[in-house]
T-cell receptor, first 113, second 113 residues
Framework: SQTIHQWPATLVQPVGSPLSLECTVEGTSNPNLYWYRQAAGRGLQLLFY??????ISSEVPQNLSASRPQDRQFILSSKKLLLSDSGFYLC????????????FGQGTRLTVV | AQSVTQLGSHVSVSEGALVLLRCNYS??????LFWYVQYPNQGLQLLLKYTTGATLVKGINGFEAEFKKSETSFHLTKPSAHMSDAAEYFCAVSDHNAGKSTFGDGTTLTVKP
């Protein structure tokens, strides 16, 4: 069966520090991968998605970037965090054709102080 | 372009009462529609989905939803609420790339004893 791992679960970082959040998927090949952000009391906003290694699409302009160095690995990064980067970050995958549902990781609670 | 409107950011029901969470969508193509549930500090779990076929779909934990094209609605219902149903619920729409979904702002369901 397929599983998705996301870490760390919580993170407190100072303003101006770098960020690296990692997501890996097991049990499937060539997944579509996604990074979402959830602000307090709001829905999910799609940040990035990837249909293959090295192929990243950005949905909104921001201080963050994403990379996909391996088929089942998706990384969310920042060189210098801003206070406004605080939030709950969720990684998700669906099958290559877009699938009939998305599967979400457990999320990372990022607090920038 | 797609959009989702969830009517009511907070819904409170008594244990054993009917649960009704409202969702209206906008889509330029025949949509895929989803309801997800989120418990505190966790990822999203799929409750049910509509892709094609029967317009009344049944999901996990006794929930069901009906796709009404004429009303552009996909309301979530459960005949009898349990305390364990207390959570946040998200409606989402996609154009057949399930991971690239547009989410509503969510509805927090409170169940009173």
């Amino acid at each position: 069966s397929q599983t998705i791992h996301q870490w760390p679960a919580t993170l407190v970082q100072p303003v101006g520090s770098p960020l690296s959040l990692e997501c890996t998927v097991e049990g499937t090949s060539n997944p579509n991968l996604y990074w979402y952000r959830q602000a307090a009391g709001r829905g999910l906003q799609l940040l990035f998605y990837s249909i293959g290694i090295g192929q990243i699409s950005s949905e909104v302009p921001q201080n963050l970037s994403a990379s996909r160095p391996q088929d089942r690995q998706f990384i969310l990064s920042s060189k210098k965090l801003l206070l406004s980067d605080s939030g709950f970050y969720l990684c998700a995958w669906s099958n290559l054709a877009g699938g009939t549902e998305a599967f979400f990781g457990q999320g990372t609670r990022l607090t920038v102080v | 372009a797609q959009s989702v409107t969830q009517l009511g950011s907070h819904v409170s029901v008594s244990e054993g009462a009917l649960v009704l969470l409202r969702c209206n969508y906008s889509s330029s193509v025949p949509p895929y529609l989803f309801w997800y549930v989120q418990y505190p500090n966790q990822g999203l779990q799929l409750l049910l989905k509509y892709t094609t076929g029967a317009t009344l779909v049944k999901g996990i934990n006794g929930f069901e939803a009906e796709f009404k094209k004429s009303e552009t609605s996909f309301h979530l219902t459960k005949p009898s609420a349990h305390m364990s149903d207390a959570a946040e619920y998200f409606c989402a729409v996609s154009d057949h790339n399930a991971g690239k979904s547009t989410f509503g702002d969510g509805t927090t369901l409170t169940v009173k004893p």
